[in-house]
């Protein structure tokens, strides 16, 4: 079957470093995003990967490991605003238009 | 370029009435996506479409239907609502080609409840 798998909540303090971890298990892989959503708010687009390493944006770094089924997405320097939900998707290898999502985890900075 | 857009943005039925959600994109996006947010469930795949006129089941379909009559419009019909169906309904849509393009874009979302 399909599973994504994500913690539930994490707590952190403001300028520190989080690091929230996904795995799954999927029929096939053709990709692997990260989204932010804030409550009440629709996801938007942090970052993709598809080979194995480290791909870094500004705060925002996410690594893959595709023979592991492991990912993890890395927030530096945390500000308030980060406070949100964090969405690990898949994309489905037997079918390059959808993407499988996990359940999401919600992070919260504190002062 | 207002991106994805979605109407209503809140709504009230009782069950057994019907309504339809409109999303539309003005990004000439060849996919769209309709997903259902419940809590603690993440996203679900109701429906999508990769191309004007063509339509196919996601995860969820049941007691949904759907139609892409022009490339920029994607609706979700509810023909009987259910307090089943109270969540929050996002629209997404896709370009086709690959590498960054190919994340989805969301609509801000419906927020539905059935009473």
């Known amino acids: 079957g399909q599973n994504i798998d994500q913690p539930t909540e994490m707590t952190a303090t403001e300028g520190a470093i989080v690091q929230i971890n996904c795995t799954y298990q999927?029929?096939?892989?053709?990709?692997l995003f990260w989204y932010q959503q804030h409550a009440g708010e629709a996801p938007t687009f942090l970052s993709y990967?598809?080979?194995?390493g480290l791909e870094e944006k500004g705060r925002f770094s996410s690594f893959l490991s595709r023979s592991k089924g492991y990912s993890y997405l890395l927030l530096k320097e945390l500000q308030m605003k980060d406070s949100a939900s964090y969405l690990c998707?898949?994309?489905?290898?037997?079918?390059?238009?959808?993407?499988?999502f996990g359940s999401g985890t919600r992070l919260l900075v504190r002062p | 370029n207002a991106g994805v857009t979605q109407t209503p943005k809140f709504r009230v039925l009782k069950t057994g009435q019907s309504m339809t959600l409109q999303c539309a994109q003005d990004?000439?996006?060849?996919?769209m996506y309709w997903y259902r947010q419940d809590p603690g469930m993440g996203l679900r795949l109701i429906h999508y479409?990769?191309?004007?006129?063509?339509?196919a089941k996601g995860e969820v379909p049941d007691g949904y239907n759907v139609s892409r009559l022009k490339k920029q419009n994607f609706l979700l019909g509810l023909e009987s609502a259910a307090p089943s169906q109270t969540s929050v309904y996002f629209c997404?849509?896709?370009?086709?080609?690959?590498?960054?393009?190919?994340?989805?874009?969301f609509g801000p979302g419906t927020r539905l409840t059935v009473l």
């Open positions: 990004m000439n996006h060849e996919y």
């Open positions: 997404a849509s896709r370009l086709v080609r690959g590498g960054r393009a190919n994340t989805q874009y």
């Open positions: 479409s990769v191309g004007e006129g063509t339509t």
């Open positions: 999927t029929s096939g892989f053709n990709g």
């Open positions: 990967n598809v080979l194995d």
């Open positions: 998707a898949v994309r489905d290898g037997d079918s390059s238009y959808k993407l499988i």
